[in-house]
């Protein structure tokens, strides 16, 4: 009995070794199909219980850190899904310099499938070094709160993200479908959802940006309201909050974007980007080689001071080309159709921000009448 068994295990081994029978890489349990190695044998993703298993593996960290679990696998959503997704891909706590251990660092298609959220004043347990739990609220807020090195495509999401609240430890609060992007590529996705928040740094796709951050083909159909009480620069924008203004990173590209939805906020509201560079209110300019190309924006945009169709405030080098506003503008001061550009402070920054072939067509108000207001920039 023990030969026979024996013989035919050496059988099954000798034809496999020759490819007569193919034993294949089978798929994790928490996914609906795929292994994940090519985009053509993407993880499948059907459920919202998918989506909270991929959640799950992004804070498996593997080999030496900053890698995690997910880096260059292979996900694809299969179906709507709009059971109310009430949790996020990944931490969401601010690592600064080491934020991408925490990070989505793969390549994900949405198949332009619908996703629900339902994202309220998030809580995350993080588990410390020496065991112990750590309840922290909503450092930043998104399906991918943090996203680095990676390609998210063809990504649509609808319902609502709330975080009104505010912790004095934490001090950023990046929001967005992508809550804090470093390199890496989102294309082709849309956002229905609303926003309602205090945080600072807000967009419809992107809250915050830098280093090689490629952000193309996207729309923003939701309506945002990011009015922080403890920051007078909200950096709110239909399609990016704020663009990062470290000298470090830099080479961030946003294109062929457009929103539709109202924007409204404190300081440095924009219908496509909310800050771009430094806050006006500190003499550094930086953000070398960014490009906002071929924007349009059509949604209201509503706010205090730097109220502008594109760029609520850009206090950087970088090139705005082919740019239209058709919305409505309205401010207390420094409101602008296309741009406000508030490098004119600092004579030390060489080249200034270019604007070229962009038009406004859209009405500009500003409620002060002794504040400065222009068609396409300053």
């Known amino acids: 009995m023990l030969n026979t068994l024996l013989k035919k295990l050496i059988i099954l081994i000798s034809l496999t070794m020759l490819g007569v029978i193919n034993v294949k890489a089978q798929p994790l349990v928490g996914f609906g199909g ?3 190695i090519t985009e053509a044998t993407a993880y499948q993703i ?24 997910t880096y260059m696998k292979y996900f694809k959503i299969m179906d709507d899904i709009t059971d109310s997704i009430g949790s996020i891909i990944g931490s969401n706590l601010n690592f600064f310099s080491s934020y991408n251990i925490a990070a989505f660092q793969g390549y994900l298609d949405g198949n332009n499938k619908k996703i629900t959220l339902n994202i309220n004043n998030y809580l995350f347990i993080y588990t410390k070094i020496d065991g112990s739990k750590d309840t922290t609220k909503l450092s930043h807020a998104g399906l991918f709160p943090i996203m680095y090195k990676a390609r998210i495509t063809n990504v649509i999401t609808d319902g609502y993200i709330i975080n009104n609240v505010w912790d004095d430890d934490i001090s950023y609060r990046w929001l967005g479908i992508v809550g804090r992007f470093c390199s890496g590529e989102v294309h082709n996705c849309t956002n229905l959802a609303d926003y309602i928040t205090n945080s ?11 280093t090689n951050a490629i952000i193309t083909n996207c729309s923003n159909y939701g309506n945002i309201e990011a009015y922080s009480f403890v920051s007078q620069i909200s950096a709110v924008g ?16 946003v294109s062929n974007c457009i929103n539709q939805g109202t924007i409204s906020g404190n300081d440095a509201v924009g219908g496509i980007v909310g800050m ?13 080689n960014t490009e906002i190309i071929r924007a349009l924006n059509i949604g209201n945009v509503i706010g205090n001071n730097y109220v502008a169709g594109i760029i609520g405030i850009n206090n950087s080098q970088s090139v705005v080309e082919e740019c239209i506003n058709s919305g409505y503008i309205k401010g207390n001061n420094n409101v602008s159709g296309i741009s406000f550009n508030s490098i004119d402070s600092y004579p030390i920054i060489d080249p200034y921000p270019i604007i070229t072939n ?19 920039a300053p």
Not at 46 to 69: C, F
Not at 200 to 210: L, T
């Open 200 to 210: 600072v740094c807000v967009g419809g796709i992107v809250g915050h940006a830098d």
């Open 238 to 253: 239909g399609i990016v909050g704020h663009i990062d203004f470290n000298p470090e990173r830099q080479n961030c590209k």
């Open 276 to 288: 771009l560079g430094t806050s006006p209110y500190v003499n550094i300019s930086s953000v070398n």
């Open 46 to 69: 059907y459920s919202k219980a998918h989506l909270e298993y991929l959640g799950n593996r992004t804070s498996v960290v593997i080999a030496t850190p900053p890698t995690n679990w």
């Open 358 to 376: 962009s038009i406004n067509t859209g009405v500009v108000e500003c409620e002060n009448d002794d504040g400065d207001i222009y068609g396409i």
């Open 34 to 36: 795929g292994d994940g």
